[in-house]
T-cell receptor, first 113, second 110 residues
């Protein structure tokens, strides 16, 4: 019962931008969009989050559509080490209201040389 | 600083034996705590979450149980392991809006 849907997989060439889509059509006004990535045999790592404005940090950029029903994570220059499963999740700012925090299956990004 | 630790990192247990995985957090009080399981090649399955001491919510019927004896301690247990309990177990916490995960524990039931 995850509130997000992502394609199962995608690939991109090393050095090119990787654009990872996520749909969250039922997102509520106080829910943030978060992205995590999981490299095999490790715990998921936080990447970035946003509410309605586009965000950028040293790892990635997050583009959220104006209606907030979808977003795109952009890795500007993908490297082989970016090969991982990427999870998009919506989280309420109210820690009590959204305690469950259910993840979907994520999208597997394969970066090819 | 805020940190999360879980252990053991790996373990191999025979069918029918008990299990105890422990998770502790530092740096904040009354965080939301979570246990997830990830079977090989699968996504993250939420097993339990806790919003306070002694408050445990179970998401799926299973052979496992969870307890929160202290504010910053979350324990995953089983009295008798099944082969299907094998997997990668992750503890997570939510000190603010962001969730942070532990290092994970690989459990192999043989």
């Amino acid at each position: 019962d995850a509130k997000t849907t992502q394609p199962p997989s995608m690939d991109c060439a090393e050095g090119r931008a990787a654009n990872l889509p996520c749909n969250h059509s039922t997102i509520s006004g106080n829910e943030y969009v978060y992205w995590y990535r999981q490299i095999h045999s490790q715990g998921p790592q936080y990447i970035i989050h946003g509410l309605k404005n586009n965000e950028t940090n040293e790892m990635a950029s997050l583009i959220i559509t104006e209606d907030r029903k979808s977003s795109t994570l952009i890795l500007p220059h993908a490297t082989l080490r970016d090969t991982a499963v990427y999870y998009c999740i919506v989280i309420s700012e109210d820690t009590g209201a959204n305690s469950k925090l259910t993840f979907g299956k994520g999208i597997t990004l394969s970066v090819r040389p | 600083s805020q940190t999360i630790h879980q252990w053991p990192a790996t373990l191999v247990q025979p069918v029918g034996s008990p299990l105890s995985l422990e998770c502790t957090v530092e740096g904040t009080s009354n965080p939301n705590l979570y246990w997830y399981r990830q079977a090989a090649g699968r996504g993250l399955q939420l097993l339990f979450y806790s919003v306070g001491i002694g408050q445990i919510s179970s998401e799926v019927p299973q052979n496992l149980s969870a307890s929160r004896p202290q504010d910053r301690q979350f324990i995953l247990s089983s009295k008798k392991l099944l082969l299907s309990d094998s997997g990668f177990y992750l503890c997570a916490w939510r000190p603010s809006n962001t969730i942070y995960f532990g290092e994970g524990s690989w459990l192999t039931v043989v």
